[in-house]
């Protein structure tokens, strides 16, 4: 499988590559599940983000605050597809839940059906 160049460019900075590498020198466990990471396979470490990097960004927060040492931790691959995951179905979750222009909400009761 090739690298592909990560989506969002806060990943490409280069404090969050440099901060992921002394997470990867710390060789820490998952801060998510607690199991060992084997460091020696590659792609099985990923530097997470306590806050996850949307809500830092609708928050104001700057780059360097989003990728910031103290809001990075390290996890496993499995951990970050399910947080990641959790995140991303939260989002669409509000989305859905979004106020229309006018103050409906989207869910129509059986009157405006018919």
């Keep these: 499988m090739a690298w592909r160049k990560p989506k969002d460019p806060l990943l490409?900075?280069?404090?969050?590559?440099?901060?992921?590498?002394?997470?990867?020198?710390?060789?820490?466990?998952?801060?998510?599940?607690?199991?060992?990471?084997?460091?020696?396979q590659?792609?099985?470490?990923?530097?997470?983000?306590?806050?996850?990097?949307?809500?830092?960004?609708?928050?104001?927060w700057t780059e360097e605050m989003i990728n910031a040492l103290s809001n990075l931790r390290a996890e496993c691959k499995s951990c970050s597809y399910r947080t990641g995951a959790h995140e991303g179905n939260q989002v669409k979750r509000a989305m859905r839940q979004r106020v229309r222009p006018g103050g409906a909400t989207g869910h129509l009761t059986d009157s405006h059906r018919w």
């Design 42 to 60: 590659p792609g099985a470490f990923v530097a997470g983000h306590v806050v996850a990097r949307h809500k830092a960004k609708r928050l104001g």
């Design 12 to 40: 490409t900075t280069a404090r969050y590559r440099r901060n992921r590498e002394v997470l990867k020198r710390q060789r820490l466990p998952c801060a998510v599940c607690g199991r060992p990471i084997d460091y020696s």
